[in-house]
Nanobody, 120 residues
Framework: QVQLVESGGGLVQAGGSLRLSCVVS????????LGWYRQAPGQPRELVAH???????TYADSVKGRFTISRDNAKNTVYLQMNSLNTDDTGVYYC??????????????WGPGTQVTVSS
């Protein structure tokens, strides 16, 4: 069974940066399209960034120009570099493998996520 383990979250001041990592167990990582999602308190989980098997990327409008998603197939890891953070970026961040770009159906069970808190 594929497992997802996110890390790299923390408390940061507005304007700061964080780099999130997600390690995906299993030996078919390179065949997955992957996404980073976040869930703010009281809000539904939303797609933040997506990367295909061939590293084509898509971003939510709210993070364009500030966040960068990347992948290292040799390390079974997907990253989210987050710059110029603001308080609206606060939430729990998760990675997963969606059936398609905006699909809410995932190939994997959700991992524990990593908390990002941006202070003003």
């Amino acid at each position: 069974q594929v497992q997802l383990v996110e890390s790299g979250g923390g408390l940061v001041q507005a304007g700061g940066s964080l780099r999130l990592s997600c390690v995906v167990s299993g030996n078919i990582f390179s065949e997955y399209d992957l996404g980073w999602y976040r869930q703010a308190p009281g809000q539904p989980r939303e797609l933040v960034a997506h990367i295909t098997r061939v590293s084509t990327t898509t971003y939510a409008d709210s993070v364009k120009g500030r966040f960068t998603i990347s992948r290292d197939n040799a390390k079974n890891t997907v990253y989210l570099q987050m710059n110029s953070l603001n308080t609206d970026d606060t939430g729990v961040y998760y990675c997963n493998a969606p059936w398609s770009l905006y699909s809410t159906t995932m190939l994997c069970e959700w991992g524990p996520g990593t908390q990002v808190t941006v202070s003003s």
